[in-house]
């Protein structure tokens, strides 16, 4: 990989790549990409852990949510799942379906859409009933094949493995940060901003950068929004990842951005580091999710962080009251899966849920979450 990037940077007519570019060869490159190698990347012998890996409690809790909403007839029982990874969530959430509702799940279509040859082997390994399961490599192979889409759409920590470009502020000047050569080693090189896309995205989301802050501006995010808009038809699309609000954004806290790596389960905070063989991951600008997706047609339900999301989805009715010697029996291991998910300074605490609908007007939040808290 770092032959590749040293290639792409010395042909580069700046002699430096933007970050973007430099995010979607380290990750998304078909031959040395970290996303698309055949290598473990999520659990124990990977480098990060996600919701799924907590407990099949989390899927369980989805499954409870969606199969209701199919029951009562506000959507067909159809999910789209973008970017399953591993495929563990995909299974809960059909597992806990067959067992609770499973007259609606005889007619459930799963369809996943998952660009890494990989994962999609894994997801094949993993998932028990194949045959209501579907996979597509992109949105655009999906639309080719089946058409435009109504149903759930469903992601967990999609949007932060997108491609970001970087600026900051310096000297009351707009800098693009970019990637570079110095001798065999990256760096990072400012040179002032002549990407209007850029200049333009900060003026549309009302951000105005302070001297020394730097940003991530998440045009891949926009792009993709769009695509999504054209293909998704009706239905409900929920977005469970970490991310800002613009309030959030100008906090001192986040003044450096939010760009790091995960190399086997640490946290790097230099991006350039591994190009290849390291998750690189940021923070993702809600509010900017929610406005572009507003333009395209998908509206803000609901927004709230993930353990009020599981709260209000009923997951205290998988909390079993037991006395149990045994720390490794299912019950012990789900009562304790379900307390780590409902600590607000825990992985909980770190995810927002943002849940969205599309030509469903009539709908409300009560109509999608059960309990009240």
Not at 93 to 120: D, N, Q
């Amino acid at each position: 990989m770092l032959t590749k990037l040293k290639h792409k940077i010395k042909n580069a007519e700046k002699g430096s790549i933007s970050y973007s570019d430099y995010i979607s060869l380290a990750l998304y490159d078909e031959e040395k990409g970290y996303y698309m190698k055949d290598r473990k990347k999520i659990g124990k012998e990977g480098d990060f852990y996600t919701n799924s890996n907590v407990h099949s409690v989390f899927g369980k809790v989805l499954a409870r949510i969606f199969s209701r909403l199919v029951e009562m007839g506000i959507l067909p029982p159809y999910i789209c799942e973008i970017g399953a990874g591993t495929g563990r969530l995909a299974n809960f959430i059909m597992e806990e379906w067959k067992r609770i509702a499973p007259g609606t799940f005889e007619e459930l279509y799963y369809y996943i859409v998952e660009m890494s040859p990989y994962h999609r082997k894994e997801q094949q390994s993993v998932i028990h009933d194949i045959d209501n399961v579907l996979q597509f490599q992109s949105i655009a192979e999906m639309k080719d094949k089946i058409g435009k889409f109504s149903g759930i759409v469903l992601s967990n920590e999609l949007f932060d493995a997108f491609p970001v470009d970087v600026l900051q502020k310096k000297e009351n000047e707009i800098f693009e940060v970019r990637v570079a050569m110095n001798d065999e080693n990256l760096v990072e090189t400012l040179v002032p901003c002549e990407n209007a896309a850029l200049l333009d995205w900060l003026r549309e989301n009302n951000i105005t950068l302070k001297s020394g802050q730097r940003i991530e501006i998440p045009l891949a995010m926009n792009g993709w929004l769009e695509q999504t808009g054209d293909w998704f038809e009706k239905g409900l699309m929920f977005t469970i990842d970490y991310g800002y609000t613009k309030e959030e954004w100008m906090e001192p806290i986040h003044r450096e951005g939010s760009l790091r790596g995960y190399y086997k389960h640490q946290m790097i905070t230099n991006p350039l580091l591994h190009p290849g063989d390291m998750d690189l991951t940021t923070h993702i600008h809600l509010d900017a999710l929610i406005e572009k997706s507003e333009k395209v047609g998908i509206k803000l339900l609901a927004m709230l962080k993930q353990y009020q999301f599981l709260l209000k989805g009923g997951i205290l009715e998988y909390l079993q009251e037991h006395y149990d010697p045994n720390p490794f029996s299912e019950v012990s291991k789900q009562n304790r899966a379900i307390r780590t998910l409902l600590l607000d300074d825990g992985i909980s605490g770190s995810f927002t849920v943002v849940i969205q609908q599309k030509n469903l007007d009539k709908i409300t939040d009560q109509d999608v979450l059960m309990h009240d808290f």
